[in-house]
């Protein structure tokens, strides 16, 4: 079970990291070179993905993956806007 947790962590990690590393994210600011998140994402996502095959059956690992990754890749970017509010034309 524990397996199964720190898949999904890495998972989730991976999937921001690769988000940040994109040319075209609104996070702001990276506090490293895009490069160095794609790598560090990555290596996080072959982890989680490792963690979750030796918990579940190939077929279930992948889908618990990509859910996870499309689930974060659809949350964040939504986040980030709301964080950031509307543009001062729009209010």
Known sequence: MIGAILGGLC???????????APHQKWGALPCRPG?????GGLSLA?????????AGPA??????LTILMTIWSVVPIAIAW???APEGKR
Request: cysteine-free.
């Open 11 to 21: 998972a989730a990690v991976a999937a921001v990291l690769l988000y940040l590393a």
């Open 83 to 85: 964080r950031r509010g």
């Open 60 to 65: 279930t690992a992948i889908f618990i993956l």
């Open 47 to 55: 982890l989680g993905t490792m963690l979750l095959l030796g918990w």
């Open 36 to 40: 160095l998140l794609g790598w560090a």
